[in-house]
Nanobody, 115 residues
């Protein structure tokens, strides 16, 4: 079994920055893929940043140039650094980890950006 613990959400003013963390623990052999998703109020959960093992990062158009996904392999932790935050970035942020053939979700962390 794999557990994911997210942290770093909160309330920030527009233009500010936050860094989210997601730490994985448990039965981890190899993490094939890390990702961050966002679910805004009244909307579906959407992929905003992905980081394949040995591959290139990908970002949703809405966050390109402002958000950066990175990982610390020895710590089994993925980060999402968010700059120039906008009110439309408000939502619950979830991390996803793929350890094939399974995928695991974090519990979610709330990010609220005030105008």
């Amino acid at each position: 079994q794999v557990q994911l613990v997210e942290s770093g959400g909160g309330l920030v003013q527009a233009g500010g920055s936050l860094r989210l963390s997601c730490a994985a623990s448990g039965s981890i052999f190899k993490i094939n893929y890390w990702a961050w998703y966002r679910q805004a109020p009244g909307k579906q959960r959407e992929l905003i940043a992905g980081l394949p093992s040995g591959g290139s990062t990908n970002y949703a158009d809405s966050v390109k140039g402002r958000f950066t996904i990175s990982r610390d392999d020895p710590k089994n932790t993925v980060y999402l650094h968010m700059d120039s935050l906008k009110p439309e970035d408000t939502g619950v942020y979830y991390c996803l980890v793929e350890i094939r053939p399974n995928a695991y979700w974090g519990q979610g962390t709330q990010v609220t950006v005030s105008s």
